[in-house]
């Protein structure tokens, strides 16, 4: 009640940042404030003159003592285990303190000038992922949009200049407590304790006498190791006993001092203790099983915009980096042997990745800011050496609460690096570009895309018969008995376990890969293995590694046609060098194609894409003797269109063909039977695409009214208003808008449609909601697996209906109106819409909207979803 109150009636620039960091940082970590401390806050918050003239860093919040605090949940994760950040909070000296160190307390919580709070964290939100997974999708929040804002960049100490940082990280075999005394300014002695997988306390810089010690929770005190010798073998007394480590500074200690401790919980010893400057980062590169000598070489740009390069070599290499230091990359090599490449870390086999060129790329890390501490693991011979595990600190940073910075602070609903360094099993069937700089179009997901509803021939093709609506829609007899023969063969084969549950990556995808094998069960098992390796081990892929690709304009989504199905157009000519590497076409590929499913699809709705191919100059700008190549490239992204993202493409229009009729004629006669149907050679292009799409959604070069894209402005991708035209006059997103029932209940007026034109929703959902269900009914069990998110989806009239004839009648209400749509999928942007706004049967309470989505995401006034 307290922060709720400082959040909402004392928002002043002085006052609230610096109390609402204390509050929210005591909750947090799990602390309480004594009785005295809130009647002091109070009266602080009361008082007008003291809230809005008086900055809170007086406020002293004792926390619960170690001995109280919650040991984090085991990560099981053995060589890709990183620090979960919910650890990295201790308690604070529970001793009482003296006005000195009070002050040293405030300047560590809170920035009063910024009103921030600063902490290190790690890239593994496995947790939080989990924690996520637990909710109904529809009722899991957005991540707060942060694009626009300034990159946060710089070791955790740089922003507390002057102060003496004492950090311990740890591997994740136990839980360990770093003991810290010290005497204070005053001539006083004190003590610290945190306990973690990664702690840190700060002091002031005239404290003395610092001694450091270290204990696993719940086993022995960490002992002694000569660190000089590889063995790293344990230290005795002359009476033969082991000798606790303490690191002693008497005085003028370093900025930065940090452990790094391993073992289990009664072996555990420190492996390495690095010094270094406060304003310094740290690079270090450490080999596990000595079987070579080992070499990092690091590129970097200088605050002043020069290139540098620096290199070093042996089994433990340090490399000291100022923080300011931009676009770092970092690579290795076994000196007198190869350098490092590849390996797919979320496997434990650590097998070798190989490229669509057949080769293995060799292994780089790319920073645009540099990280406060990256430690690699390389393990290997000479020959074969390579990178076994990397623990890499982000910054996280808070105010009033809410995580705004750091690498993983999403752009909008951006996907979080974190979810797809998983076991391969457990990466996300759609999405994986991570890190995305670039803005989204203002109309990349209407409402009348998200409550589109497609018609029978929509969800069936005509003539073939083949389905193209594959999620959140009832499936046939004969396709509920191909799932079921396809859980039994994976079962057989050791997959998914007796049930032979689909790997997380195919869930939803499962029955796309049987109607491309035509329902032949071992070949669809077959395509597994071509999924994992063209698509999940190049994810997560960074918009940064195919920005430039990108904006060649070699391919680009455009627009919608009038069954809201996006639009991608592939102009060969601009292929350019991209077609001498078949791995940086496969890379552009996939970025394009996961932007389609990840932000501009609607499950149940809009699940297909339609193709232009235009072969313009394509003879006069590509030499002939790169003819085997653009073959070569060609082959490889036909196999990630046709095996990868099966099922997808309604139809493929080719145009500007060279050498006329005569050619493709001769290329249509290549063309197998059944694909026939979805390819076409347009002679007047101009005048059969105007039957597809409205004139806003195309080029002026094909025959639409938008303008022509040079190369560079092809990415961000465009999308456009009222794709549906004048359909959408007579009911914008009803499939039985066409009868004149349909007709004269939907109709609304030109103006409306515009209106609700004037935003994209795309910030309201998130991955949950891209990814949809495919309804397997197969067995119980696979029933159980997607009822509950079924039932909480934004479905069409049909698909409700049949859902509630599969739960024996118990009435399941459709989704066709933008109201309903945001109570179900994001209520806190109707309720900010409609303050009057009350919650329907199994909604939630504005109450709880505030505790589920976070009191700051109920009442800031400049988030996106503002627009609605």
């Known amino acids: 009640a307290l922060l709720q109150r400082v959040l909402r009636e004392r928002r002043t620039p002085n006052s609230c940042p610096t109390a609402s960091s204390l509050l929210r940082g005591a909750m947090a970590r799990r602390g309480r404030c004594a009785p005295s401390c809130l009647r002091k806050a109070k009266r602080a918050v009361s008082s007008p003159t003291a809230a809005a003239d008086t900055p809170l860093t007086w406020l002293r919040i004792p926390l619960i003592s170690d001995t109280e605090e919650r040991v984090p949940d085991a990560v099981t994760k053995t060589e890709e285990a990183s620090i979960p950040a919910s650890s990295l909070a201790g308690s604070v000296d529970s001793t009482a303190a003296s006005t000195t160190e009070g002050a040293a307390d405030a300047a560590i919580g809170c920035d009063a000038s910024k009103g921030c709070a600063t902490e290190v964290a790690t890239i593994d939100e496995e947790p939080q992922r989990r924690s996520q997974q637990r909710q109904p999708s529809h009722l899991q929040p957005p991540r707060a949009s942060a694009r626009g804002s300034s990159q946060r960049s710089a070791s955790s100490s740089a922003t507390l200049p002057g102060m003496i940082m004492l950090e311990m990280n740890c591997d994740m075999l136990c839980v360990r407590t770093m003991h810290v005394s010290y005497v204070d300014p005053d001539g006083n002695p004190k003590q610290k304790a945190k306990s973690g997988y990664h702690a840190k306390v700060l002091l002031l810089p005239t404290c003395r006498d610092i001694e450091v010690s270290f204990s696993a929770v719940g086993g022995t005190s960490v002992y002694k190791v000569d660190r000089s010798q590889a063995q790293s073998p344990w230290v005795k007394d002359a009476a033969g006993q082991y000798v606790p480590e303490r690191f002693v500074y008497a005085s003028d200690p370093p900025q930065h001092l940090q452990f790094f401790v391993r073992g289990t919980t009664l072996h555990s010893w420190v492996s390495d203790v690095d010094e270094r400057q406060g304003s310094q980062s740290l690079l270090e590169l450490v080999s596990r099983d000595f079987l070579c000598v080992v070499s990092m070489q690091v590129a970097y740009t200088d605050k002043v915009g020069r290139r540098q390069e620096w290199s070093g070599s042996g089994y433990k290499v340090k490399c000291h980096l100022q923080s300011d230091a931009t676009e770092v990359e970092v690579s290795f090599s076994a000196v007198g042997g190869r350098k490092v490449q590849k390996v797919d870390r979320r496997d434990p086999q650590r097998p070798w990745i190989e490229d669509a060129n057949g080769k293995h790329p060799i292994e780089k890390f790319v920073y645009a800011t540099c990280p406060p501490c990256v430690q690699y693991s390389i393990r290997g011979s000479s020959l074969r050496p390579y990178i076994v595990h990397v623990c890499e600190q982000r910054i996280v940073e808070e105010c009033d609460g809410d995580v705004v910075g750091g690498a993983e602070s999403g752009a909008g609903n951006m996907d979080l690096r974190a979810s797809f360094e998983v076991a391969p099993d457990e990466v996300p069937s759609i999405g994986g570009i991570v890190e995305l700089k670039q803005p989204h179009s203002s109309f990349l997901l209407p409402s009348e895309v998200a409550l589109f509803e497609p018609t029978q021939a929509e969800i069936f093709h005509v003539r073939s018969g083949t389905r193209q609506i594959f999620l959140n829609t009832p499936l046939t007899s004969a396709e509920n008995e191909a799932l079921g023969k396809m859980h039994s063969l994976l079962a057989q084969r050791g997959i998914g376990g007796d049930a032979g549950d689909f790997p997380k990556y195919m869930e939803q995808h499962a029955l796309r890969m049987l109607q491309a094998c035509k329902l032949n069960v071992p070949k669809a098992v077959e395509m597994l293995k071509t999924c994992t390796k063209e698509r999940v081990r190049r994810l997560p892929l960074a918009e940064a590694d195919v920005e430039q690709d990108l904006k060649s304009g070699f391919i680009y989504w455009h627009g919608r046609d009038r069954q809201c199905r996006p639009c991608l157009v592939i102009r060969l000519e601009r292929l350019g060098e991209i077609a001498k590497d078949k791995e940086r076409a496969v890379q552009t590929v996939i970025f394009a194609l996961e932007y389609a499913l990840r932000y501009a699809m609607v499950p149940g709705r809009v699940e297909n894409w339609v193709v232009l191919i235009d072969l313009a100059n394509v003879m006069s700008v590509i030499s002939p003797f790169h003819i085997s190549s653009i073959i070569s490239t060609g082959a ?194 109707l309720h900010h819409q409609n303050p009057e706004w009350t919650p329907g049967p199994g909604s939630l309470t504005t109450r709880e909207l505030d505790e589920e989505l976070g009191d700051e995401m109920a009442q800031s006034e400049d988030r996106n979803m503002i627009a609605l």
């Open 636 to 829: 490889a992204i036909g196999t990630t269109l046709e095996k990868v993202y099966s099922g997808r493409m309604v139809w493929i229009k080719i145009i500007n063909m060279p050498g006329g009729a005569l050619l493709s004629r001769a290329i249509n006669g290549a063309i197998p039977a059944e694909k026939k149907e979805k390819v076409g050679f347009c002679q007047d292009y101009q005048a059969e695409l105007a039957t597809h799409f409205e004139p806003n959604q195309l080029e002026r070069r094909y025959g639409g009214a938008a303008p022509d894209l040079p190369p560079a402005d092809t990415y961000p991708y465009h999308f456009f208003p009222n794709p549906r035209g004048e359909a959408a006059l007579r009911g914008p997103a009803h499939s039985d808008a066409c009868s004149e029932e349909g007709m004269l209940s939907a109709a609304r007026s030109e103006e409306d449609i515009r209106e609700t034109e004037h935003f994209s929703l795309h910030e309201s959902t998130n991955l949950a909601f891209h990814e949809g269900q495919l309804w397997d009914d197969s067995s119980k069990h696979a029933r159980q697996r997607w009822l509950g998110e079924a039932k909480a989806s934004s479905l069409t009239p049909a698909s409700a209906a049949a859902l509630s004839g599969l739960l024996g009648g118990e009435s399941v209400e459709p989704c066709r109106e933008l109201e309903k749509w945001l109570e179900m999928i994001n209520p806190a942007a």
